[in-house]
């Protein structure tokens, strides 16, 4: 595969009025956009309605219109300075979990309509169970997913399974819609999520939520080893206990 860089104008040239934008003093009209960025007017008013339909640019009324940047840039900063924040501040708790249970810790976040995992802390154990960063995760087969999904309003609920399909990858796996709610249903009774061989044979995992300052479930956090580890009725209480008071440190030090 060649490592050559495709240019595409109209990205370039969408790129090139953001970047005006946010270097200038003042709004500018599509007129002086075009002088300076050499792009001719009708196609640079094609491209204004697009930035300002994501947000991207904000319109201004008048003789002529102006344009200066919207608050979706500012909006995209925001939330990438907070994940970073929040990656400083569920490391430690992380590795403590790890330390607790021997198992590996991961922190499941909803962004965008998809399930993601941000954070892992892998254990001390001669063998890890080792997921993906930022890869989509299949809510039925994911304890972290499960319990964030679970903690919403029904109306959310119902329509993100609406727009899914529940892939069946083993036969632990619930894959018809209305037992999943039901699953999703007991979830947020009993305050964890499981994951009990349903995306692979002999592993497991459980994750509790993770609830912000308005008591929003904005996360989840959990841990996965082997099947084994959560059927021994004592070892499967201390793994719930040390989750739910990692994910209330959690809590305490967002809140701050």
């Known amino acids: 595969m060649s490592d050559e860089i495709v240019i595409v104008p109209a990205v370039m040239r969408a790129l090139n009025v953001i970047e005006a934008l946010f270097s200038g003093t003042a709004p500018k009209s599509l007129s002086d956009l075009s002088k300076e960025l050499d792009i001719p007017t009708a196609s640079l008013f094609r491209i204004m309605k697009n930035l300002a339909k994501r947000e991207y640019v904000t319109v201004l009324e008048g003789n002529p219109v102006r344009y200066t940047i919207g608050h979706k840039p500012f909006q995209l900063v925001t939330e990438y300075r907070s994940r970073l924040d929040q990656k400083d501040v569920i490391k430690p ?10 198992q590996t810790a991961q922190y499941a976040v909803f962004q965008n309509g998809q399930f993601i995992y941000i954070e892992q802390v892998l254990s001390t154990a001669e063998l890890n169970i080792i997921a993906q960063l930022y890869m989509p995760l299949e809510v039925n087969t994911s304890a972290g997913a499960k319990v964030i999904l679970a903690n919403q309003p029904e109306e959310l609920i119902d329509q993100y399974l609406l727009g899914i399909l529940l892939h069946k990858r083993t036969v632990h796996t619930i894959d018809e819609r209305e037992a999943f709610k039901r699953e999703l ?51 499967f209480e201390y793994i719930k206990k040390c989750l739910q008071e990692a994910a209330g440190k959690i809590k305490g030090k967002l809140s701050i």
């Open 93 to 102: 708790v992380m590795q403590e979990l790890t330390s607790k249970t021997s």
């Open 185 to 235: 249903e007991l979830t947020k009774k009993r305050g964890f999520g499981m994951d009990n061989e349903e995306f692979t044979i002999g592993i497991g995992c459980m994750a509790v939520p993770v609830f912000d300052g308005d008591g929003r479930c904005t996360a989840a956090i959990g841990v996965t080893g082997y099947i084994e580890e959560y059927r021994n009725k004592e070892n």
